[in-house]
């Protein structure tokens, strides 16, 4: 396969890629986690082609847009679009070699475009908003700044990302000051947002399995990378 890189907006996303290259006994991949901000996603994906990498893939978690995506609904991108209405195409070949891969592993992603943003799409009411307005079916903050930078040198992209959050479902507050720079969570500022907020708890409970059926749905689908195929 194309020597990949990959971007990851948190650490355990990129645990994942590192486990099935070790269980394929493959090297570990190239790959950098942005910390939910489009703009190191970009450099950090520019970084990554300099290197070598061939291609580019965003790869974690998303939040459903489309009510009917539930939490560990897969996505295997065609598009990604910005708020500004502009569309970057995932690879017109590496994608259907990608997807072909995943359909022999037994993994059913769905299509469609995910939506770049640059802040936390938190409420119900504005994932409603941007589905209706944007027409995708999911949300991220790395995925258009890896579309850029790809874009910028010619170089194939590609998103596979996992709903956590559904379209009915408001983030918690807590949720939204998990995530450090280096894409590690922040617990002190999760026990904080908790404690001034601990009507959210139930909510931030639920959250926390929902993440943890998203992430199921990146490990199953993972291991394709690897293949040396």
């Known amino acids: 396969m194309t020597r990949l890189g990959f971007v990851t907006g948190l650490r355990a996303e990129a645990k994942i890629l590192k486990t099935s290259a070790k269980r394929a006994h493959q090297a570990v991949p190239a790959t950098m986690c942005a910390g939910a901000d489009a703009g190191r996603a970009q450099d950090g994906a520019a970084r990554l082609i300099a290197e070598g990498a061939e291609a580019i893939v965003s790869f974690g ?31 017109p070949a590496l994608r259907p070699h990608v997807l072909s891969q995943l359909q022999a592993a037994g993994v059913r992603p769905i299509g469609g475009t995910m939506l770049g943003s640059d802040r936390a799409v938190a409420s119900a009411a504005e994932k409603t908003r ?100």
């Open 61 to 91: 978690l998303c939040g459903g847009l489309d009510p009917a995506l539930r939490p560990g609904t897969l996505i295997l991108a065609e598009s990604v679009a910005d708020q500004d209405g502009r569309h970057l195409d995932a690879d």
């Open 130 to 229: 941007l589905h209706h307005a944007m027409g995708a079916a999911a949300v991220d903050m790395e995925s258009h700044g890896v579309a850029r930078a790809a874009a910028k040198t010619g170089v194939p992209f590609l998103v596979l990302r996992a709903v956590a959050d559904p379209a009915a479902r408001d983030l918690p507050h807590a949720a939204l000051v998990a995530t450090g720079a280096d894409g590690g969570l922040r617990h002190r500022a999760i026990m904080g947002a908790l404690l001034s907020h601990p009507w959210e708890i139930a909510a931030m409970l639920r959250l926390g399995a929902e993440a943890r059926r998203a992430f199921g749905a990146l490990e199953s689908a993972a291991g394709i990378f690897f293949t040396g195929e």
